[in-house]
């Protein structure tokens, strides 16, 4: 029999694959939903294939369908005879629904928990936020469900409804740990205080992690609910009185220099009855920033009150008392101008039409008018608090937990960001066929956190092997960088394919 040659699209998706087997993605969701004997495709399988769908992206946009698996590899990724035409859109729809039976937050803390074991993540810094996914379309009220929502968009699209995904990840490697899709009109600080609130049970007494969060975390309820078991990190929000007065009054030249720009103080807080320890910090580059922004704001509202001023003075009162309260209201809106030169103008006007008669009695109003200039003294003020913020935490021992690494640790909140950032990437993207039900865009959202969990483990383990060898790799410029991303190795990886030639009957 001649041998008969053809090949299939291996590129990067080897590399997926290795990953998802290396933290047991399979084994582990079978283990939760048990395959169904007469399947021919297990729901871990199922997952396991989306997620390589999910990450299939190199360099165009790419969707989320089962007309994906026509040129691949579908025999290695599986390790057994499963032919493409066997993954439908249909069997991986129900497959997003057995995951949502079964509790899709259940399932991600389970492959991710395995998966952080495996490559030993560190999970001392754990960092929380949430970001919101604008939907198009209309989508049914499921009984118990509400999750996509009008709310507050992150993303600037109020005009969209929404669904939020919660995520808590590690400051090693950006690898998210916990998983949660949430309603579109949920808040941070009420989500902050349930999730963590939930954790406190489930927390070994025995390993010390902080829970990093953002300023929606920082309110007398939540600190109070969690400081008896959880360590938190996070940033005192400016509208607290006491925060406000320490910003203002303690200037850079107080503060203890650590380098790379950075002043510190530290001091003591007792806020919402927990004891805690705040560090001021002070950073020149956030300083210039905010110069700058303050600088374009002082312009835009000179431009607007202007504007206003101009409109002011074209009115007219009819007693000098309504006229000087009409400017003290317009003074008290600016923020960083003054009104100089202030004046009340009496004017005559005549009754009516025509040529007024010569014992015509004529009414009397008055109109304002001013000049606006820079409040310097109060622009100053403003300066002054320019790149200052406090941190605080409820872990007082400095043995334990140091002042450079207290900061080290908030700056380290860009860690879920970034992860944020790689599930709103445009070349991550879905068919709709997947989003008829509220059901499945949480089952997706888990698909799609869990493409993120292989990405991150995937990357942390190529940066630490560079490291380990102390070696580079060419970036895209031709650059050595011993930080490369995934996505760039991915590029590299495009276009490989595997060989297969048939023999008597066999295929190798």
């Known amino acids: 029999m001649p041998t008969k040659y053809s090949s299939k699209d291996l590129s990067h998706h080897g590399i997926v694959s290795v990953v998802c087997d290396q ?110 996914m604008s939907v198009n379309g209309e989508y049914a009220e499921e009984a118990g469900i509400g999750l996509v929502q009008f709310g507050y968009s992150k993303d600037h699209r109020s005009d969209l409804k929404q669904f939020m995904i919660s995520l808590i990840s590690s400051n090693d490697g950006d690898v998210p740990l916990l998983a949660q899709t949430i309603a579109g009109n949920s808040s941070d600080k009420t989500h902050f205080q349930e ?50 007065t320490l910003v203002s009054q303690i200037s850079p030249d107080n503060m203890e220099i650590i380098g790379n720009g950075y002043r510190i ?81 009496k004017k005559r006007v005549k009754k009516g039409k025509g040529r007024p008669k010569k014992d015509a009695i004529q009414n009397i109003v008055y109109s304002v008018n001013a000049s606006l200039e820079r409040n310097n ?57 997947f989003l008829k039900k509220q059901e499945r865009i949480v089952a997706l959202s888990m698909i799609m956190c869990l493409c993120l969990l292989v990405y991150s483990l995937a990357q942390r383990l190529l940066r630490f092997r560079l490291h380990e060898l102390n070696t580079t790799l060419p970036d895209q410029r031709g650059q050595p960088s011993s930080r490369p991303t995934m996505r760039w190795i991915f590029q590299i990886f495009e276009g490989v394919h595997v060989l297969l030639h048939q023999t008597a009957s066999q295929l190798e």
């Not at 969701?29 to 297990?42: F, K, L, S």
């Not at 949502?100 to 001392?124: M, P, R």
């Open 195 to 244: 999730a963590l609130v939930s954790l406190k049970d489930q927390i070994d007494p025995n390993e010390l992690a902080y829970y990093v969060a953002d300023s929606a975390l920082y309110t007398e309820k939540t600190i109070k609910n969690i400081s008896d078991k959880i360590m938190w990190i996070t940033r005192v929000p400016a509208v607290v009185k006491s925060a406000k």
């Open 23 to 132: 933290i047991g993605l399979v084994e582990t969701i079978d283990q939760i939903i048990q395959p169904d004997p007469r399947a021919e495709i297990t729901i871990g399988e199922s997952v396991k294939l989306m997620v390589i769908n999910g990450l299939g992206f190199s360099s165009r946009p790419l969707y989320l369908e089962s007309q994906f698996f026509t040129s691949k590899p579908v025999e290695r990724f599986l390790d057994r005879k499963v032919k493409a035409k066997q993954i439908t859109d249909d069997r991986l729809g129900r497959c997003l629904d057995r995951c949502y039976e079964n509790g899709c937050n259940q399932i991600f803390s389970k492959v991710a928990t395995k998966a952080v074991f495996h490559y030993n993540v560190d999970q001392k810094f754990r960092h929380l936020d949430t970001t919101s």
């Open 377 to 433: 003294a109060e622009i100053e003020k403003f300066c002054g608090e320019k790149g200052k913020f406090i941190i605080a935490t409820n872990q007082l021992d400095e043995a334990e937990l140091s002042n450079a690494d207290l900061l080290d640790s908030y700056k380290g909140q860009q860690s879920v960001e970034r992860g944020f950032r790689f599930l709103k990437d445009p070349l991550f993207m879905t068919s709709s066929v």
């Open 265 to 345: 103080l530290q001091v003591g807080s007792f806020y919402g009855g927990v004891r805690q320890r705040w560090l001021l910090v002070f950073s020149e580059q956030a300083q210039a920033r905010e110069l700058k922004t303050l600088e374009k704001q002082i312009v835009k509202e000179l431009k607007t009150q202007l504007k206003e001023l101009k409109q002011l003075s074209s009115e007219t009162f009819g007693c000098i008392r309504d006229a000087q309260a009409a400017i003290v209201s317009f003074e008290k809106r600016l923020k960083y101008h003054k009104c100089i030169d202030i004046a009340v103008i």
